[in-house]
């Protein structure tokens, strides 16, 4: 967004290189460990055991209610309307479009409501919640705009890339959850959050960029991470 004109940031209008850019370039291994992450490829190709889909599914469900929390924060710092129009946009779709869907997916997976509802954060769940939390209660505008990016850059990227190498055959499920994250409106919000967080970056102090870059590469592992926790069914020892 381009808060001073009012109006959405068009991404063409971003300089060539930008902190995003220069940022995934640095983060680049943990973005392909990602991409091909066992978790990410069995979705992919119908392969993925539906127990640690649904595991998935409903710590995805607790990260999205904390997630939420964190783009309403967006809202409280975010330097002008604009923006401030477009987290609370964001807050609004994830809970009430995303999160509905998660309950649909859920109830087709076999999953009550009341069990989504009684979900607790797994440990990597609970440890990426907690510092976005953080981020927004006591970081920069900046900083928290780099520390939301890599999840909606990330699951548009993951279903991009899968959807290009074909939806999987005879799974359902996972042909609905790449075209969910390979839609016009995920591109869109995915291109929109990251002209947002270079527009910050542009003006940025020395201080406020080495927050950013810290913020953006801590998640972007997070991301990665998360993955994992889905594929070891991930849970407290006790």
């Known amino acids: 967004m381009d808060g001073t004109k009012g109006r959405m940031m068009n991404p063409k209008e971003v300089d ?10 640095a983060s680049k291994p943990q973005r392909e ?25 409903t710590q995805d ?41 998660h309950r649909s997916y859920c109830t087709q997976l076999g999953i009550s409501a009341q069990e ?15 510092y976005l939390l953080r981020v927004a209660q006591i970081g920069s505008f900046g900083e928290l705009i780099a520390a939301l990016v890599p999840c909606i850059w990330g699951y548009w990227k993951v279903g991009e890339m899968l959807a290009a190498d074909g939806e999987p055959q005879n799974a359902p499920h996972y042909t609905e959850w790449i075209r969910m994250y390979t839609g016009e409106d995920s591109r869109t919000v995915a291109l929109e959050a990251r002209a947002i967080c270079d527009r910050v970056a542009a003006t940025a102090g020395n201080q406020e960029l080495s927050a950013m870059r810290e913020a953006y590469i801590t998640c972007t592992r997070y991301e990665r991470d998360f993955w994992q926790m889905a594929w070891d069914l991930e849970d407290w020892a006790v």
Do not use: Q
């Open 16 to 25: 060539a290189v930008t902190f995003c850019d220069e940022i995934e370039v």
């Open 116 to 130: 989504l509802e009684a979900t607790k954060h797994a440990p990597t769940t609970y440890s990426y919640t907690s």
């Open 61 to 101: 469900y607790v990260y999205l209610i904390d997630y939420a929390r964190c783009l309403a924060m967006g809202t409280v710092k975010a330097p002008d309307l604009t923006t401030m129009s477009w987290f609370a946009g964001a807050v609004d779709h994830i809970l009430n479009t995303e999160m509905e869907l």
């Open 33 to 57: 460990a990602m991409m091909r992450h066992p978790f990410v490829l069995g979705i992919g190709d119908g392969t993925l055991s539906t127990e640690r889909f649904k595991h998935f599914m």
